[in-house]
């Protein structure tokens, strides 16, 4: 049997990445998933990667439109029966570099997409009846090592991923008990999202990590799928961190 045998996930910017490599682990752990992004046709060729529909459903949209969120939540019941684990991936970094450069108008996008978004994802679920299903729901936030400390060219989207932690911290002691709420925390993976951090340069940067590679969105799909299950029972509140021992030296 799998791990999360008859679930049903809801994982927000699934289409590549870190998300697609979420949904890929609890398709293949006995999850039905219904994955979103912003476009169709990345969205259609993830849910052939998945195994086809009767396990995973694609919704496109942008994270942050409540229309979409309320449409998916419903999708998620309608097509498989119930809603009981809600990975919310999705994020956006459109600024890189002195923090004082970045406009008004960007920081609030980073703030509405990274975290408000996820708490309305979270809300939004738990009205929808997470966590009164037969077994307790679960709910992963996808922070970073950038919301620990200060990175000197991430700005806004580390103010958002430490907001992001906290907002883990606050939904699982208000949640609690029927919905655990956590986080994971990675160090740079190898995604496209993440190119600007390595490209050219991956070997000097993985030689500041003790375990001397980048990660991969199995390295973090593991953690999320613990987080998850019902191996993680007692645990709620909390932050992984996944970094390959990056931080273990006070790098960000």
Do not use: C
């Not at 950038?146 to 990175?151: E, S, V």
């Not at 991969?216 to 993680?232: C, E, T, Y």
Request: glycine share 12%; no cysteine; charged share 15%.
């Amino acid at each position: 049997m799998g791990v999360h045998d008859g679930s049903v996930a809801v994982v927000t910017g699934a289409s590549r990445g870190i998300g697609f490599g979420i949904a890929q682990r609890l398709v293949a752990e006995g999850a039905r998933v219904v994955v979103t992004a912003r476009k169709p046709q990345a969205l259609a060729e993830a849910v052939d990667r998945l195994g086809g529909e009767h396990v995973a459903l694609g919704i496109a949209g942008h994270a942050a439109d409540e229309a979409h969120q309320d449409e998916v939540i419903h999708a998620a019941r309608e097509r498989f029966g119930g809603l009981d684990l809600l990975v919310n991936n999705a994020g956006i970094n459109p600024a890189y570099g002195p923090m004082v450069e970045t406009e008004l108008a960007v920081a609030r996008k980073i703030l509405d997409v990274n975290v408000v978004s996820a708490f309305s994802w979270t809300r939004k679920a738990v009205a929808a009846g997470l966590g009164t299903e037969p077994t307790p729901g679960a709910v992963v936030n996808v922070a970073s090592i950038a919301g620990l400390g200060a990175t000197g060219s991430l700005g806004w989207y580390a103010v958002s991923k430490a907001a992001l932690i906290h907002l883990t911290v606050e939904l699982a002691y208000q949640l609690a008990p029927r919905v655990r709420v956590n986080a994971v925390a990675p160090a740079v993976v190898k995604t496209q999202f993440a190119q600007a951090l390595y490209e050219g340069r991956e070997d000097a940067v993985a030689a500041a990590y003790p375990l001397k590679r980048l990660g991969s969105a199995q390295d973090i799909a593991g953690g999320v799928s613990f987080l998850l299950s019902r191996d993680a029972a007692w645990v709620t509140g909390q932050t992984l961190v996944v970094d390959g021992g990056v931080t273990l030296g006070g790098a960000l």
